[in-house]
């Protein structure tokens, strides 16, 4: 299938790198030892989304796609129990319109800003899929987070999102932090520099834990490893989450190669450095610049410092086979649903689901289902299912602006993030998730009474905007801390302390329970988030052995 | 640090708009700019007033929405960035710094210091693709070689995000190099080259029809590109739209 991708997207123009042959060149990337992924500089994501646009562009030219820039889908509207249509709400007028269709695809993306701060653009959200959840598709285990582990440290309060480096970098940096809890200190305060400390003083705790992938451990396992350090006291800044990235050997070993292949002898410390700085630079140029120009040090001289940060969220709308929502008609498509990457996603795995549900799967699927809509005709909007699902969208507009509360959406986001990163995050415990779920659940009633919209509703007003989502992330985050109650064995990003290893080479690990647990949680709305009922689909795995993972 | 900031506000499209004073206090020079511009606008929503209407969305340098005119320069002091990877350290204390939209004809104002740059858009239907359906069935990707130059040429051209800086720099408001850059993209592979000549006449004839000006090489564009798209571009594209012109 990826292979396929790769054809496809070459065909459609993305300038995939090429080796001196002419033929498509590869590396490899995070959670496997060979180098299998092909990449386009340090932006192959980007150059795959660009090169989709381009395809879509084609089609609006020839008037296959109506583009509606600047609007947001706020309610589906089903009749007769199939999906007929949406209400979308134009942005910039902010006039409510309804469309009409024989078929709804939601492609809204993840959920992962119900964290506030995470590699998501701002613009994310997942009011989308909640209200076609709130309508009749099951939400599938929700508590399924990527939490990425090469992303540059928050500085501060103001913080308003998180920059991801990328995951290439793990290829050639080592991650480590001081051994002594001294020299931690002395680094907070500005007593040493990271450069300061000898081999010996250092802990590769990657490399020490898992010796046989080292830095190249999957994203969950490098991630949870930085916060264990970090909770130890070990993280190297001001707000103690920080580890070091460095490429100090990369640079002397490429060195060495490059004055080999130029045929120098004996080279100078100062040439070796040199050289092996050239090759890094080609390589990474772009993203340690963009570090430098976040963090205002220069990683070629000192240490990067990278911290977790929410980047994927694994969870979402349930589909079948098909991508067929539990509502007839309604799809669901890309990081939008649960499909594919089960408890864990694989680096660049994102994109080739996108595509794949999006170029391979979709067109062939959706002909099926329209086929028996031939006969349909046109389905108009003046009836009573649009006017209901419009009025209830206008409702809710009008309830923002009225309000005129005494805290802004952002107030109540970033408490909401707060409360999700510290009991739903990295690591979770059953007494955390039924915090969690009260304090969320009081959350939504303070918000519902305090929040304040300025502006009106017939203008762009991105308050308004972020108020129907935070809105609607303020009951996906407690079914989301359900869910993970639910499921009491570690596997993939979600790690449950209960349940850990207690022994033997795997001590501390995260442990399976694929007796009681081989099941995806798909989740009914019954009106109150903690009033979901559960429906359990059970896993079947005929090809492969699920098994404990090892990277020792 | 303290600032006085000179933001344009505009209520919509047809408000005439005007420079409007604020002040901040306690910004750290660690903060992004639109970090800055966050806490201005906590300020005012508590204060009961409307915050400054602005687009972005990634936060890092990838999607081109943050359009700011920043002390008379597109993305602000410093190079090679978007305006939300602009940090506040660029600037000191008891500085002033007036915050504009991106003006151009073929940019119309929506509120404050948002724009509408879906003329760009429509250069790009007009030829910014390769007519290639997308049901998989295409040829092995290593069936034309294509060599290492020329693809990272086209990567190059390929990091343009569109943004609109080139245009918000030129004095004649021209699109030349954001049309450069995309031409070249697929002028520069084999792939690409089957439809080059068509591309290159129906998205110059596109971009005129949007109003953009023409081009005096004063290279404006090429330093205040956040991607670093060369001057360059624009020549390949001169010589695809001559060439394509004398094929006719
Ligand atoms: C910084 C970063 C780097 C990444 N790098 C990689 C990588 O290298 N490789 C990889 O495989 N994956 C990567 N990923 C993951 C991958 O990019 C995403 O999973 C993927 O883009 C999701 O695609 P999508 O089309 O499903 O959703 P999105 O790309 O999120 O698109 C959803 C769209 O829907 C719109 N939308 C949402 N709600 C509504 C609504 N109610 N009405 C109308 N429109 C709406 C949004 O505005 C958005 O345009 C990365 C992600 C991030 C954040
Ligand atoms: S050429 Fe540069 S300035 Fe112009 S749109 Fe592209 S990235 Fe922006
Ligand atoms: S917000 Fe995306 S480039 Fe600035």
Redesign the interface.
């Known amino acids: 299938m990826s292979a ?1 991708i ?3 997207c ?15 060149d590869n590396r490899s990337f995070g959670g496997v030892l060979v180098s299998r992924t092909f990449y ?2 340090g ?1 192959t994501g ?2 795959l989304l ?1 090169g ?4 879509m ?2 089609q ?2 020839r008037g296959k796609i109506t ?1 509606f ?1 600047r609007h947001e889908m706020l309610d589906i509207v089903k009749v007769d129990g199939k999906a007929r249509g949406i209400i979308a709400r134009d942005l ?1 007028t902010g006039k409510l319109e309804r469309h009409s269709a024989h078929a709804v695809v939601i492609a809204s993306g993840g959920y992962g800003n119900v964290y506030f701060l995470s590699t998501n ?3 994310s959200n997942a009011t989308a899929a909640w209200k076609i959840h709130k309508k009749g598709a099951f939400f599938a285990n929700p508590c399924y987070t990527q939490i990425h582990p090469t992303c540059i440290p928050r ?2 309060d ?4 998180l ?2 480096m990328s995951e290439s970098l793990r290829n050639d940096g080592r991650i480590w932090v001081p051994k002594n809890i001294e020299d931690v200190k002395a680094i907070r305060e500005g007593h040493k520099k990271p450069t300061d400390l000898s081999e010996d003083e250092r802990d590769y705790y990657l490399e020490r834990r898992y010796p046989a992938f080292g830095n190249l451990v999957p994203r969950d396992v490098a991630s949870r490893a930085a916060k264990e350090r970090c909770d130890a006291g070990y993280g190297v800044n001001a707000t103690g989450e920080a580890v070091y990235l460095d490429f100090a050997s990369a640079i002397t070993r490429y060195g060495k190669e490059q004055a080999k292949i130029h045929g120098i002898q004996n080279p100078t410390d100062a040439k070796i450095y040199e050289l092996g700085k050239g090759i890094v630079e080609a390589k990474y140029g772009n993203l340690f ?2 570090y430098e ?2 963090v ?1 040090e220069n990683p070629y001289e000192t240490p990067m410092m990278i911290y977790p940060a929410v980047h994927y969220t694994m969870g979402g709308i349930w589909v079948d086979y098909n991508l067929m929502t539990t509502i007839p008609g309604c799809y669901a498509i890309g990081e939008a649903n649960f499909s594919d990457h089960g408890a864990n996603r694989l680096g660049a795995s994102a994109l080739m689901q996108g595509l794949a549900d ?3 799967v979709l ?2 699927t959706i002909g099926d289902y329209l086929s028996h809509e031939i006969r349909t005709g046109k389905i108009p909007t003046d009836t009573p299912e649009f006017e209901e699902a419009e009025k209830s969208v206008k409702d809710r507009i009008d309830f923002f602006i009225n309000n005129k509360g005494s805290h ?1 959406v ?1 107030y109540y986001h970033k408490r909401l993030g707060n409360i999700m990163w510290n009991k739903c995050g990295m690591s979770r415990n059953a007494e955390g998730l039924k915090e969690a779920a009260a304090e969320i659940k009081a959350l939504r009633e303070d918000f519902y009474k305090n929040v ?1 919209v ?2 009106s509703a017939d ?2 007003n ?2 308004l905007e972020k108020a129907g989502r935070v809105a609607d992330f303020l009951e996906l985050g407690e079914l989301f801390a359900k869910d993970a109650l639910v499921r009491e064995e570690s596997c993939g990003g979600h790690f449950r302390e209960e349940s850990v290893e207690e022994d033997g080479e795997q001590k501390g690990e995260a442990k399976r329970n694929d007796a009681e647990f081989a099941f995806v949680s798909a989740w009914e709305f019954k009106g109150e988030p903690s009033d979901a009922v559960l429906h359990k689909e059970q896993l079947e795995f005929n090809e492969i052995e699920l098994k404990q993972r090892s990277y020792k | 640090m303290n600032l006085t900031l000179k933001i344009w506000r505009q ?2 499209p047809k408000d005439k708009g005007s420079m409007v004073d604020y002040k901040v206090s306690d910004i ?1 020079e ?3 700019f ?2 800055m511009m ?2 201005l606008n ?1 300020q ?3 204060e ?4 400054v ?1 602005f687009d ?8 081109g929405s943050c359009s700011m005119f920043i002390n008379g320069e597109a993305h602000g002091p ?1 190079r ?2 978007t305006t939300c ?1 602009l ?1 506040m ?1 660029m600037f000191k204390d008891g500085d002033t710094i007036t915050i504009e939209p991106f003006r151009a004809k073929a940019f119309p104002v ?2 404050d210091l ?1 724009v509408d740059r ?1 003329s760009f ?1 429509r250069i ?9 359906n ?3 069935n ?5 069936a034309i ?4 130059y020329a ?2 040429e ?2 190059d051209a ?2 343009c995000i569109g943004c609109g800086a080139c245009v918000a720099s030129c004095k004649n408001a021209s699109a030349m190099l954001f049309v450069g850059a995309k031409v070249s ?2 002028a520069l ?1 084999p ?2 080259r089957i439809e080059a000549v068509d591309r290159v006449k129906n998205m110059v004839a596109q971009m005129d029809l949007e109003g953009f000006g023409n081009c005096t090489n004063t290279g404006a564009c090429e330093i205040e590109c956040p991607k670093g798209i060369s001057l360059e571009n624009i020549a390949r594209m001169n010589r695809e739209y001559l060439s394509a012109n004398i094929k006719d």
């Open positions: 396929n790769i054809d496809q070459v065909a459609q123009g993305v300038p995939f790198a090429r080796d001196y042959g002419g033929l498509l386009a500089k932006q980007q150059q660009l989709a646009y381009s395809a562009n084609r609006i030219a583009p820039n910039v653009a701002m613009g500085s501060g103001y913080q308003s999102k920059t991801l610049q963009m120009k976040i205002d999006g170029y391979f067109p062939y802004s952002d304040s300025p502006g203008e762009l991105s308050e | 209520k919509g750290s660690h903060m992004s639109l970090e966050d806490v906590e005012l929503i508590s009961g007033k409307e915050p209407a972005h969305d990634c936060r890092e340098g990838i999607c410093d090679g960035i990877q940090h350290r929506i509120k948002v879906s858009d790009q239907h007009a030829g910014g693709y390769i007519s290639v997308t049901y998989g295409t040829q092995d990707a290593n070689p294509i060599s290492k693809a990272d086209a990567m390929a990091t993209q697929y592979l792939q690409g």
